[in-house]
């Protein structure tokens, strides 16, 4: 990609209409990247779903730029399109935190002074942004089970972590570590201990809503984050549900196989606000071998409607 002089012009007439439009919150322009440069488009929605390959804010204030960093839909924006600030003002401490929240480059200047960086810093954050894609598709897949791996379940909580300082709601994280593939693959030969382990994958996301995300972390544990919950206490009895899924006999090779389940659990935001650390207790939990029980005389899991 390159800028063109028509590319740069454009860039530097939209944003200066944008700002004098609207010198509060910061205006927001979608952008594509094209044979012949970036191709701009106003767009007061550009957080919605879309094929566009980046997002542009102008703030024409510092008061318009403080609003950006206190924007809730920032986070995801970030992480779905490459994003890309224009100030007029150059502030320090709020260019950090917009890095912090993904942002991938801060242009500093007045147009049409500065178009020609603009358009460059725009192709450069569209460029990063694909490759990171590209990374995150190729690292994200346990290839054994399908399923999302630490990393991406990291990255992922940490997203969310974010959108949840903002506008705080509960999130659970469950870690269960699975045993009783080395028994089946002794009886029933190697292959079929990664033929349960799949079976374990799949009836673990059944017993999900779409909304829940099932990670395969290690070779006998899976991450399992919960991340719409009424309350806290929901955690505790999705982990029973999932313990007593697991206890029903998997048939492999015509042969029914058992699994032990233990669960270990960490609580966003009693346990902590980094998603690392929270994977860390969960497993630990999980790793000490103690089952989660079936709660008695108690209303069944959160998800028992959408399952």
Not at 36 to 48: C, H, K, N, P, W
Not at 259 to 285: M, N, T
Request: charged fraction near 20%; aromatic fraction near 2%; proline fraction near 4%.
């Amino acid at each position: 990609m390159r800028a063109s002089g028509a590319d740069v012009n454009a860039a530097a007439a939209l944003a200066l209409r944008l700002a004098a439009l609207d010198p509060g919150p910061a205006a927001i322009v979608r952008a594509w990247a094209c044979a012949d440069g970036i191709r701009l488009v106003e767009d007061d929605a550009a957080t919605q779903p879309g094929d566009h390959d980046a997002v542009l804010y102008v703030a024409a204030s510092a008061e318009a730029l403080h609003a950006l960093a206190l924007r809730r839909e920032l986070p995801q924006a970030a992480f779905d399109h490459a994003v890309v600030v224009l100030s007029a003002v150059d502030d320090a401490a709020v260019a950090s935190e917009l890095l912090t929240l993904g942002v991938q480059a801060i242009v500093v200047g007045s147009l049409p002074g500065c178009g020609a960086e603009l358009a460059r810093q725009l192709r450069h954050a569209v460029l990063r942004k694909r490759v990171e894609r590209s990374a995150r598709s190729a690292y994200a897949t346990d290839l054994a089970t399908g399923l999302p791996h630490e990393t991406q379940l990291l990255e992922h909580m940490s997203q969310l972590v974010a959108l949840r300082e903002r506008e705080p709601a509960p999130m659970v994280l469950l870690a269960l570590r699975v045993e009783g593939y080395a028994q089946a693959a002794a009886r029933l030969g190697g292959e079929a201990g990664n033929v349960l382990r799949r079976k374990v994958a799949v009836r673990l996301r059944a017993a999900l809503r779409a909304s829940d995300v099932v990670a395969a972390i290690g070779p006998e544990m899976f991450g399992v984050l919960l991340v719409h919950l009424e309350a806290k206490a929901d955690g505790g009895r999705v982990a029973a549900k999932l313990v007593r899924a697991l206890q029903q006999p998997i048939v492999v090779a015509g042969q029914p196989c058992a699994v032990a389940a233990s669960v270990g659990l960490a609580i966003y935001p009693d346990h902590g606000k980094d998603a690392a650390a929270l994977l860390r207790r969960a497993v630990a939990q999980a790793g000490g071998g103690t089952a989660a029980a079936a709660p008695a005389g108690r209303r069944g899991a959160a998800n028992d409607a959408a399952s």
